[in-house]
């Protein structure tokens, strides 16, 4: 929960559900709840284990955190 007239607290998760919807939910079609669960479940492993990110030298989030820590 964002402190009261702080706006900023929220940005990044808005910014993760704003990439889901414009990613994966609009491009899908959703019949029930299950399937709604599934497509979420596997975009949020892609999203935190899979996703090249080109402003951490084309390193998965995984790859950057091992070299992170090495």
Request: aromatic letters at 8%.
């Amino acid at each position: 929960m964002s402190r009261k007239g702080n706006c900023h607290d929220n940005a990044p998760i808005e910014s993760f559900f704003n990439l889901l919807k414009r990613e994966r939910l609009n491009r899908s079609k959703i019949e029930d709840l299950d399937r709604l669960e599934e497509i979420t479940s596997q975009y949020v492993k892609w999203f935190n284990e899979d996703r090249i990110s080109l402003n951490k030298n084309g390193l998965t989030p995984i790859e950057y955190r091992n070299q992170a820590i090495a």
